[in-house]
């Protein structure tokens, strides 16, 4: 299978010439009857050796953090249980890190191997977050003497100032991956990384903000989905690897955009009454009125599992307790299949409701040039 990107890589190279590109594209669009950027293509698989690959990776790495991990422990010594599990974290973090960065000189530098090269994008990013939290993990007591912190409220923004601290270096490592090796989902990792920072900054020195953090989750959600939307902008046709970096940053934004909204309003908290849940339904209507606009699925696959849930209690309340799941399956599922089905047309209308933004979304027709 053959990405967008790979085309435009093809015809930049000279393998392909910018016609015969269009052709095949136009091609392929014909025979589906519909653009191209409604498919949504991402590269997860250039073919079965991904996974073979990938598995391969993901015992090298269990067993790189492993050996790591005991090393650590010997070159930081024994002591009290902190230093013990930060050397853990240390040996095992660097040696994840390092291992993935090498690995991904050949499976993604040379090979451009989707499936490995996010695997070992992960395990870098996570490589890094850990050995950077072992180094502090393994020294909190002697900070804290040297400190002389004493109240929860000091440790507290300790433990904020080092999470930020943690988050902002593994940020920085994520940028240094990306210049190298433009794997699509670094910047997503990046951006998460980021997320986590500002987080942590506002626990730390705001005390009372414990109690905003799905208001704070939200704000980053929606901050992140106008950030892919900056990528997506750049690439209307979704040909270039600008549309696989939007992807990733949608799939990132939509859960920290579904899950404040829904937990705000107590879907899992207890039973849920009807007004509660169409309420659900009509953000659930709202959310595919914004995915069908910006030709993204993302936001309708976070938050799918609370509209199941608030359906599943609507139906228990009407008395058909023992279809409630049956009924719930066939109803949102028969839905999703016809919006699946029809997404083209719907599309045409939510887009021609939104009058002057059209220009600056996917089309919604076959581009032909």
Wanted: hydrophobic share 60%; net charge neutral.
């Amino acid at each position: 299978m053959y990405s967008e990107s790979d085309l435009a890589s093809a015809v930049e190279a000279g393998a392909l010439s910018p016609a015969a590109a269009n052709a095949l594209r136009n091609y392929v669009a014909e025979r589906r009857a519909a653009p191209a950027v409604d498919e949504e293509h991402f590269k997860l698989l250039t073919g079965f050796n991904d996974i073979f690959v990938a598995i391969a990776a993901a015992l090298i790495l269990v067993a790189a953090a492993r050996i790591g991990a005991y090393f650590g422990v010997m070159l930081i010594g024994a002591g009290p249980e902190e230093r013990v599990v930060g050397g853990n974290m240390i040996g095992g973090g660097f040696a994840v890190a390092a291992t993935s960065w090498m690995l991904a000189e050949y499976f993604t530098a040379r090979r451009r191997m989707a499936l490995p090269s996010i695997l070992l994008t992960f395990g870098f990013v996570g490589g890094v977050g850990a050995c950077l939290s072992g180094i502090f993990a393994a020294n909190i007591p002697w900070i804290e003497e040297q400190m002389h912190l004493a109240s929860d409220l000091q440790k507290q923004q300790l433990a904020g100032g080092v999470a930020a601290v943690v988050g902002l270096l593994t940020a920085a490592a994520t940028w240094i991956h990306w210049k190298r090796f433009m794997v699509p989902i670094t910047v997503a990792a990046g951006a998460l990384a980021l997320v986590g920072v500002a987080v942590s900054l506002v626990l730390a020195f705001v005390p009372q903000a414990k109690d905003w953090v799905n208001e704070m989750l939200l704000v980053a959600g929606v901050a992140m989905f106008f950030f892919a939307m900056r990528w997506d902008m750049g690439d209307l046709q979704r040909r270039t690897r600008r549309s696989d970096v939007a992807f990733w940053l949608h799939l990132a934004a939509a859960p920290l955009i579904a899950h404040p909204v829904f937990h705000m309003l107590g879907v899992f908290d207890g039973e849920v009454t009807g007004p509660v849940a169409a309420v659900v339904i009509a953000l659930y209507v709202a959310f595919a009125f914004v995915a069908l606009a910006v030709d993204r699925r993302a936001l309708l696959v976070s938050s799918l599992i609370y509209v199941l849930w608030a359906m599943y209690a609507l139906f228990q309340a009407t008395g058909a307790v023992e279809l409630a799941a049956a009924l719930t399956a066939l109803v949102i599922g028969s839905a999703l299949l016809l919006l699946s089905a029809f997404w083209q047309p719907v599309r045409r209308i939510v887009v021609g409701l939104l009058g002057g933004l059209e220009e600056r979304l996917p089309p919604t027709q076959i581009v032909t040039a």
